[in-house]
């Protein structure tokens, strides 16, 4: 039996910002919600306090979020608070499915080519159905990627762009193709009874626009409509927002600006501005006060994020005060780097290693530290991302270099005829009349490969996904400019995949209390009592992506507050002064948004010893190259000297001859 709360209580739990946002009665409201603000505690009792004391039936409330598990959570809290189910609350995509199966079964959705018993497809049955039309049509697959192609498509139908008006508007070759596709796809969905995803949130917005009495059904019903994360709402979900709230205007928008880092999926935080002006006498609430983080770690995010000038920016506050400082963390290599931190976890937090976060601008950083952490014995798991050398591109390529040296190997075989068992016979004829040298080379060795098997024709630089398919490889490129040989590389591949370096009880043990790693976009809505952020430099927070455009800057820079935001307790935040790409060791730059911080708020630490890797790697890990200050000079390559920055420094002192600056 659910104990049902008064709302007398409930709204005593609450302060004065956020009982004003309960209290709030009819019309519009938007409730600007910072970090660690309480927002699903408000968004929850406001539901509460509609159903006790407004008496709106728990089956008129619309309320919307952008996870499943949110929903889950909200209508949990809903249940305990009143004793009532909320039948419509959900995802957009959740209840817009919904209202097509109640509308389908009345048979309204025969316009729309659908009856009652549609599919709706998911992300693999989408691109299986568009590389059908690729095969039947005899379109090749290399000049545009089904993927790409696909993620036209759903971008489209988020802008609620039409089939013919997709065609109209495309100036390029890719824009043309896809329209032509598009086309296809539509006709093969309606023929199979089939919607996608986005066909869930278009086709209802075209439901309610073209039937009257379908739309002002929904409007009768749905006499309040609260929308959670509205910073991350598209096109279509704000139109289905604006259609679904009138003709009362009963809107209870929450959300914050500062927070909104998906616009490459088609998130537009200007909609949150757009509720000014679309819903007149709109009321507006800030709920500035944080539950989560010590001052010092607000303070740090506000003066990063003040530094936005194309959005409002909430002066977020906290009774929880502290003397201790955020620290920062330089090293030398990218390699020092995830060695340092490890160190710093086993020496301070082992006992609580749950409690810790390491966030990363991009899924290809975890490499490092998930050997870091296995040297050290640390355990701990990867969310929303995959194992570097578990990653489909990685295994793909080993196979490959497993080939290379061991053409009985059947698993290896096995894959490779999977990717291609033409790219198989091209890596055998390749294979018969390399020398053994190139092959006993790993960069040699992988990149003969690439150029034998044509694999990354696999990947398309305009599609995200494959782009990071391909800084994976990169990656493995680094790792390989390490070793002395490819069999060296392949065993102690081997001995990190199998565990080899975490092997001793202490690690096993420790199942449930592991240290969490995930990218900053994953991060999002959760918090940790002790977070470091990674890889603080310029390409990689602002990634090298964003940099010349003002706009993707003030994304970054909105992820970067979102994972400070994360931190409750202590916040570490650490980078390279160089790190290994395409082999070379290359200088990198302190991020920007570390300069906006208060350098009053920090602590700065510099850790150039080496002798902590060191240890490791004579027994396990990298071996270094006999003459690591230079190269070997290739056909149209230049020779490059890498040095440390430490001899650099001596140098400039006096400290160092430049003889033996130069032998270093």
């Not at 910002?17 to 209290?23: K, P």
Request: hydrophobic share 35%; glycine share 4%.
């Amino acid at each position: 039996m659910s104990l049902v709360l008064e709302i007398a209580n409930l709204l005593n739990e609450l302060n004065p910002e956020q009982r004003r946002a309960v209290l709030h009665q009819d019309g519009p409201a938007i409730v600007l919600a910072g970090a660690g603000s309480g927002k699903t505690r408000v968004l929850t009792t406001r539901v509460a306090y509609l159903i006790k004391e407004k008496q709106i039936p728990a089956s008129n409330i619309f309320l919307v979020t952008f996870t499943n598990k949110a929903a889950a959570e909200m209508k949990k809290r809903v249940l305990e608070y009143t004793g009532q189910n909320l039948p419509f609350a959900g995802t957009f995509h959740s209840l817009s499915a919904k209202i097509l199966r109640i509308e389908a079964s009345q048979g309204h959705l025969e316009k729309f080519g659908l009856n009652a018993n549609f599919t709706i497809y998911d992300s693999d049955d989408q691109l299986a159905l568009i590389k059908s039309i690729y095969k039947i049509n005899g379109y090749d697959p290399g000049t545009f990627k089904p993927q790409v192609v696909k993620s036209k498509i759903s971008s489209a139908k988020n802008e609620l762009i039409g089939t013919d008006e997709f065609k109209d508007m495309a100036h390029d070759g890719l824009q043309l193709f896809a329209a032509k596709v598009y086309k296809s796809y539509e006709k093969r969905l309606r023929d199979e009874n089939a919607v996608d995803f986005d066909d869930l949130l278009s086709i209802c917005y075209q439901l309610f626009v073209d039937n009257e009495a379908v739309r002002q059904k929904y409007q009768a019903k749905f006499q309040h409509v609260l929308v959670d994360e509205f910073q991350d709402t598209n096109k279509v979900q704000y139109s289905l927002t604006r259609i679904l709230a009138q003709p009362g205007d009963n809107l209870f928008a929450v959300g914050d600006f500062s927070q909104s880092i998906y616009a490459w999926r088609g998130a537009d935080y200007r909609n949150l501005e757009r509720l000014s002006s679309d819903f007149k006498n709109i009321k507006e609430y800030r709920l500035e006060r944080n539950y989560r983080s010590t001052q010092a770690i607000l303070d740090a995010a506000t003066s990063v994020i003040a530094n936005n000038m194309s959005h409002p920016v909430l002066e977020l506050w906290t009774d929880q005060s502290t003397d201790e400082k955020l620290e920062i963390y330089e090293t030398s290599t990218g390699e020092l780097e995830a060695e340092k931190i490890a160190s710093i976890i086993k020496e301070k937090y082992f006992d609580q290693l749950k409690n810790i976060a390491l966030l990363y601008r991009t899924n290809v950083q975890s490499r490092a530290f998930e050997e870091a952490f296995m040297r050290r014995q640390l355990p701990y798991k990867i969310v929303g991302g995959t194992k570097f050398y578990e990653r489909t591109e990685i295994k793909d390529l080993l196979s490959y270099l497993r080939l290379c040296f061991n053409q009985l190997d059947s698993p290896s075989r096995a894959r490779a005829e999977k990717i291609g068992k033409r790219r198989l016979e091209k890596l055998e004829v390749w294979l018969a009349k390399t020398d053994r040298s190139t092959l006993e080379n790993p960069s040699s060795c992988l990149q003969g490969i690439l150029e034998t098997t044509l694999y990354l024709d696999k990947y398309d630089q305009k599609d995200p996904e494959d782009v990071a398919r391909l800084d994976n490889i990169q990656e493995l490129f680094n790792v390989a400019s390490r070793f002395e040989n490819t069999l060296l590389l392949l065993e102690n591949i081997a001995l990190v995949q199998d565990g080899y370096l975490a092997n001793e009880s202490s690690f096993n043990q420790n199942e449930g209390n592991e240290i969490t790693m995930m990218s900053l976009h994953s991060a999002k809505g959760l918090e940790f009592s002790i977070v470091f952020m990674v890889g603080m430099e310029e390409g990689l927070l602002p990634h090298s992506r964003a940099i010349m455009e003002e706009k993707e800057i003030e994304e970054e820079r909105r992820l970067c507050y979102v994972g400070i935001t994360r931190a409750k307790d202590k916040l570490y935040f650490s980078y390279a002064r160089s790190r290994f790409t395409y082999g070379y060791s290359s200088n990198s730059l302190p991020s920007r948004f570390l300069s906006e911080i208060d350098q009053k708020l920090l602590k700065i630490n510099r850790s150039f010893d080496q002798g902590s890797v060191n240890s490791y790697q004579d027994k396990y890990y990298y071996k270094k190259p006999k003459t690591p200050a230079t190269t070997a000079k290739t056909k149209d390559q230049k020779i490059r000297l890498v040095v440390d920055e430490e001899s650099l420094d001596a140098l400039l002192n006096d400290e160092l001859d430049i003889r033996e600056f130069l032998r270093k």
